[in-house]
């Protein structure tokens, strides 16, 4: 999946986002116990990542412990630790219930590099109006 060829102008309301999904119905998990999840990949030409978005379930609050390394020497390039509470996410072909982890600084991924994006996750709190 690409990116545009034009020049984004910021981070704020203008966040370009890639799917590696092609429907969501099957990958919309429940994080009951710690859970490890991770991918490795490299992009084709260099890249601005500010963060991702996991996904969740509706009224939630999660543990996240998120590492982006390179894959091959280890090196760590950015992480992030926090409480993250899941909100509906809207994109062009689906919407779903999730949450956004952004790096406090971006990270800048250069082309036919091997990354690996690493997170532990956990379901902290279910929340509900009367709580």
């Given amino acids: 999946m690409g990116f545009p060829e034009t020049k984004r102008s910021g981070l704020c309301g203008d966040i ?7 429907s969501l119905s099957s990958h919309v998990s429940r994080y009951r116990n710690a859970r ?27 543990l996240v412990n998120l590492k982006m390394q390179n894959a ?9 630790t926090g409480y993250f509470r899941s909100k509906l996410i809207q994109c062009e072909k689906y ?6 982890v952004l790096f406090d600084e971006k990270v800048i991924l250069r082309k036919n590099t091997r990354y690996c994006l690493c997170a532990k996750i956990v379901m902290w709190r279910r929340w509900c109006q009367f709580c």
């Fill in 36 to 62: 490890d999840d991770a991918i490795k990949f490299r992009v084709d030409k260099d890249t601005e990542l500010h963060g991702v978005c996991l996904f969740g379930s509706e009224n939630n609050t999660y």
């Fill in 95 to 100: 919407s779903y219930h999730g949450f956004e």
């Fill in 16 to 22: 370009q986002r890639c799917c590696r999904f092609g």
């Fill in 72 to 80: 091959i020497s280890g090196a760590l390039l950015a992480s992030k």
